[in-house]
Nanobody, 124 residues
Framework: QVQLVESGGGLVQAGGSLRLSCAAS????????MGWFRQAPGKEREFVAA????????AYADSVKGRFTMSRDNAKNTVYLQMNSLKPEDTAVYYC?????????????????WGQGTQVTVSS
């Protein structure tokens, strides 16, 4: 069982930056591939980024590629999402997720554990 707690969301102007964190419980964090997803009002939840167990591989949605960077610190049981050049269309609730069956997973159905989400609002 893994419990995930996101933090770092907030209100930022377009062009600004935010860094989201996701802290995980348990001593087997390094055995989980991790992902970030987001859900905007009235829209389905969508993939944002994923990272492998060691952090050596990452994957990004085309909409955030070149602007967002996902990383992890296994010693701190934490993953991060550095978001730069934010746009109003990045406004959403951002969710952290964990899975241990795949090296790198981009599909929501691959994930077993989810955090409660953190709100990111980008004003124009």
């Amino acid at each position: 069982q893994v419990q995930l707690v996101e933090s770092g969301g907030g209100l930022v102007q377009a062009g600004g930056s935010l860094r989201l964190s996701c802290a995980a419980s348990g001593r087997t964090f390094s055995s989980y591939g991790m992902g970030w997803f987001r859900q905007a009002p009235g829209k389905e939840r969508e993939f944002v980024a994923a990272i492998s167990r060691s952090g050596g591989r990452t994957a990004y949605a085309d909409s955030v590629k070149g602007r967002f960077t996902m990383s992890r610190d296994n010693a701190k049981n934490t993953v991060y999402l550095q978001m730069n050049s934010l746009k109003p269309e990045d406004t959403a609730v951002y969710y952290c997720a964990a899975q241990r069956n795949y090296g790198l997973a981009v599909s929501q159905s691959n994930y077993d554990y989810w955090g409660q989400g953190t709100q990111v609002t980008v004003s124009s």
